[in-house]
C-alpha cells in the first residue's frame, strides 16, 4: 500500500509509525486511520521490529478528526457512520492488542481522537507543553470509542472528569491522572524515548511481553476464577516456551541474556 499520510520506517529493532500531515495538525480521516492500521499490521509482521514508536511529524501529534472529515460525517446514513466508527474502533483496538509493546511520542497537543490514540498505547512519553483532551461534548459529540478504554486505564472517577467536561490539561497534569508516563523535555525526547525502547529490546523477551500484555487485556473481563484459570494456563503455555527455556538456561549458566 503506498501511503500519503504515515510513514513507517526500522531503526535498531524499532519500529516507527508516524503521522505526517502536519499541515493538518496530523487531524484523523478515513485514508489516515486506513494508513495507521496498514503501517501498525507492517509493524507487527516485522521480524526486525520488537517495540513500536508512533510518533508524528510537525507542530500537533494529532488534533483529532479534521474539519472536513466532521462535516462530511453530518451527511451519512446511519450505516454509513457505523462503518466508520468500527473502522476507528478497529485501529485502536489494534493498537491496544498489538503483539509488541507500543510507545506513544507525544511532541505536541493530543485532542480527541489524537488523545485515543495516545490512550491505547502501552507507554506515553510527552513534552510538557503538550496538551490533551477529549473534547467531544464541547461540540456535541460523544467520546465513545475511547471511554472503553480510558476506564481500564485511568479508573472511572478521572475518566469522568476527562470525558465529561472536556476539559484540556497540560503534560504534567496527564502525567498525575495516569494518562501518559512521563514529561520530558523536547530536546531529549527522542533520547528517552530510544533508551527506553531499547531496554525493553535488550532486557526483555519480546514473547513473554506480548503474553503479558495479551492477559492484562484479556483478565480484565474475566471473573476471578476465571482470570485465575487463564493465568494458570498460559503459565504453563509460557514455560513449554523457547524463550522461557532459553531464558532459564542462561540464568542458571550465569550467561547473559541475548534476546
Known amino acids: ?19 505526517n500531515r502536519p499541515e493538518k495538525r496530523n487531524a484523523l480521516n478515513d485514508q489516515v486511520v486506513t494508513e495507521l492500521k496498514e503501517a501498525f499490521k507492517r509493524a507487527s509482521e516485522d521480524s526486525n521490529v520488537k517495540v513500536v514508536v508512533l510518533r508524528a511529524n510537525g507542530a500537533a501529534f494529532c488534533a483529532g478528526a479534521d474539519l472536513a472529515y466532521l ?25 491496544y492488542t498489538l503483539d509488541k509493546i507500543v510507545v506513544a511520542q507525544i511532541e505536541g497537543h493530543a485532542i480527541a481522537g489524537g488523545c485515543g490514540l495516545a490512550t491505547v498505547c502501552d507507554f506515553a512519553f510527552s513534552v510538557p507543553e503538550a496538551k490533551f483532551g477529549y473534547t467531544e461534548v464541547r461540540i456535541g459529540f460523544i467520546p465513545a470509542i475511547v471511554k472503553v478504554f480510558l476506564l481500564r486505564k485511568i479508573g472511572e472517577m478521572k475518566a469522568k472528569r476527562l470525558l465529561l467536561t472536556g476539559e484540556l490539561i497540560d503534560a504534567n497534569e496527564a502525567k498525575q491522572l495516569d494518562l501518559i508516563n512521563k514529561v520530558v523535555d523536547g530536546s531529549d525526547i527522542v533520547k528517552e524515548v530510544s533508551a527506553f525502547c531499547q531496554m525493553l529490546i ?27 484459570q487463564h493465568a494458570a494456563e498460559m503459565n504453563a503455555k509460557a514455560r513449554a516456551s523457547e524463550d522461557c527455556q532459553k531464558g532459564i538456561a542462561s540464568f542458571l549458566n550465569k550467561e547473559p541474556f541475548i534476546w
Open 1 to 19: 500500500m503506498n501511503m500519503e499520510f504515515v510513514t513507517y520506517e526500522v531503526s535498531d529493532r524499532i519500529g516507527y509509525v508516524t503521522l
Open 71 to 95: 462535516q462530511q460525517l453530518q451527511k451519512n446514513t446511519f450505516e454509513e457512520n457505523l462503518e466508520d466508527s468500527n473502522h476507528l474502533k478497529e485501529l485502536f483496538y489494534q493498537i
Open 202 to 228: 535488550k532486557n526483555n523477551s519480546g514473547q513473554s511481553m506480548a503474553f503479558t500484555k495479551k492477559m492484562i487485556s484479556d483478565v480484565q473481563s474475566m471473573s476471578l476464577e476465571d482470570g485465575l
